[in-house]
Nanobody
Framework: QLQLVESGGGSVQPGGSLKLSCTAA????????VGWFRQAPGKEREGVAS????????SYAASVKGRFTISKDTARNLIYLEMNDLGPEDTAIYFC?????????????????????WGQGTQVTVSS
């Protein structure tokens, strides 16, 4: 069973930054559509950012647009989520997810059901 692995989570003060990474052994993430999701305590999981297979289309949740950036590192088979100007509302477990064969272009955010593989998540805590 393919396993995605997230890293880079931690605790930061409001206004701080973190850069999350997602990788998978033996599976080319950079050729797939990948999404970042998060789940805060007591809340449902929500989509944060997505990038399509060719890397030319990205989408963001309204709450993170302008602060978060999703990108691919083809050479390292990594998907990044760079998070800036973090606030307490960003506190959550962050998950990456990959789709085996999902093709789209433009400003489109695939639903959770579109993704085939998920990581275990990495905790992000923003507090003073």
């Amino acid at each position: 069973q393919l396993q995605l692995v997230e890293s880079g989570g931690g605790s930061v003060q409001p206004g701080g930054s973190l850069k999350l990474s997602c990788t998978a052994a033996g599976f080319s993430l950079t050729l797939r559509a990948v999404g970042w999701f998060r789940q805060a305590p007591g809340k449902e999981r929500e989509g944060v950012a997505s990038i399509n297979a060719n890397g030319r289309s990205t989408s963001y949740a309204a709450s993170v647009k302008g602060r978060f950036t999703i990108s691919k590192d083809t050479a390292r088979n990594l998907i990044y989520l760079e998070m800036n100007d973090l606030g307490p509302e960003d506190t959550a477990i962050y998950f990456c997810a990959a789709a085996i064969s999902l093709s789209y272009e433009g400003d489109f955010f695939p639903s959770e059901s579109a993704y085939d593989y998920w990581g275990q998540g990495t905790q992000v805590t923003v507090s003073s």
